[in-house]
């Protein structure tokens, strides 16, 4: 990892569409391009999507045989194709 890098947790390649629902903004599909055991990354293209650092969403995988568990996550990162979603611990 370089020296500028704050990641604990290791990540993993992973493409899976997911539902984003922000209280304010509205509902999107997105798909992912990461997962670690701290959040994901959404890549969100150009989508009218903008929240802010600290935003909370709701995340939900789609294209499962059952409805998959709706996650609380927090936006900590935006780069120009997308975003950083990590796990809301608060939400326990």
Avoid: N, W
């Avoid at 409805?67 to 609380?72: D, E, H």
């Amino acid at each position: 990892m370089a020296v500028d890098d704050r990641r604990i947790h290791c990540r993993t390649a992973m493409s899976a569409k997911v539902k984003i629902t922000h209280e304010s903004l509205g509902e999107f599909t997105f798909s992912t391009r990461d997962i670690s055991d701290g959040g994901v990354f959404i890549v969100v293209d150009d989508e009218p999507f903008a929240p802010q650092m600290g935003d909370k969403v709701d995340v939900q995988v789609q294209g499962l045989p059952v409805p998959a568990p709706v996650l609380k996550m927090v936006v900590v990162r935006k780069t120009v194709d997308g975003y950083g979603l990590q796990f809301d611990e608060s939400a326990d």
